[in-house]
């Protein structure tokens, strides 16, 4: 085992020192992705019966997990479970191909997700598609094989004397994305169910490509609040406090971007002239919109791709007006 990975890691873009412990029993990998720190992060648990990971990132990030995850000490063939809050690449695209390393682990995914891990030419179509350039620096994601998925959309997850881990759906950015809450610091790895997290300024920005689905996205963040964590852990990126607070606070700014895409969708205003409109008129956009801008990845993905899915939606709710 050691050797492979050895083989993996040799000649290809690793970065060392990306993990820290986060709490108890829970650390963080950055997978700095495309060589992007605070982009996406994978969570492990490690309690004295039972080691897991929560996201892989995408097939290009896994020599930096594995990289991660032999600084942490993680024997692989102990770690039993790999969860993904949902099958987009840069969640899960690596699934397949970190699994060769992991010779004792099942994957936990939602049902809606199992069939694009075992065949994932449809979802790698989409995702060059939806995400462009994006997709290649993410990279192809390799076939996972049948009997190591295990699909629930909600259980409960025995971590020891250490405490559970407990899933369900939260549905809205994804028509199948899970969270999971721990209870051992109360928090919820809540996947992209609370948008991303620029740990750099303190502040959230929606994730919400097409197909988004706004109704959805506000009961789960409901869901989210009645769990009363202290704690969110964002795969973009890292750890908060004041959790509250944040549900809340983002499911006002995805009810602003939805007044905002509305009224621009309603005056035929062109795609250009709407992404102005949200970045000014949002105030936590504004704050955000250089560094956004500016940034290779999140240009694409939290302002053309998010700023996308308010537009269709929109045009959803008229079309259902004018009918
Ligand atoms: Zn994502």
Redesign the pocket.
């Known amino acids: 085992m050691i050797n492979a990975v050895t083989k993996l890691l040799r000649g290809q873009y690793v970065h060392t020192n990306n993990t820290k412990q986060i709490g108890k029993n829970l650390y963080l990998i950055d997978l700095e992705t495309g060589g992007f720190k605070n982009f996406i992060g994978c969570y492990v648990i490690k309690t004295a019966k039972k080691t897991m990971l929560i996201e892989t990132g995408p097939t290009s990030s896994i020599p930096n997990l594995l990289c991660g995850l032999s600084e942490l000490k993680v024997n692989l063939e102990d770690v039993d479970t790999v969860t993904v809050s949902h099958i ?1 690449i ?2 899960s695209g690596g699934v397949g191909t970190l699994l060769k390393y992991l010779p004792n682990a099942k994957v936990l995914v939602h049902p809606k997700g199992g069939p694009h891990m075992v065949d994932p030419e449809k979802l790698w179509a989409s995702s060059q598609s939806v995400l462009g350039f994006v997709s290649e620096i993410c990279g192809k994601p390799e076939p996972v094989e049948q009997d190591r998925i295990v699909s629930m959309t909600e259980g409960t997850i025995n971590l020891g004397e250490e405490g559970k881990l407990t899933f369900f759906e939260t549905l809205g950015h994804a028509s199948h994305n899970l969270s999971f809450h721990e209870n051992f610091n109360n928090g919820i790895f809540i996947g ?1 169910a609370g948008g991303v997290y620029f740990p750099e300024f303190n502040l959230t920005s929606p ?1 919400s490509p097409p197909p988004f689905y706004l109704e959805a996205s506000i009961a789960s963040l409901d869901k989210l609040v009645s769990y009363r964590p202290s704690l969110l852990y964002y ?2 990126f890292g750890k908060t406090d004041d959790a509250i607070r944040r549900l809340r606070g983002y499911k006002a700014q995805l009810l602003m971007w939805d007044k905002i895409v509305q009224s621009a969708v309603a005056q035929n205003k062109s795609f250009e002239q709407i992404v102005e409109c949200v970045l000014t008129e949002d105030p936590l956009m504004n704050m955000l919109s250089s560094f956004l801008r500016g940034h290779k990845i999140y240009s694409k993905m939290a302002i053309e791709n998010s700023i996308s899915g308010f537009v269709e939606y929109a045009k959803k709710v008229q079309m259902k007006k004018v009918a």
């Open positions: 987009h840069d969640h992209d994730t795969t973009h």
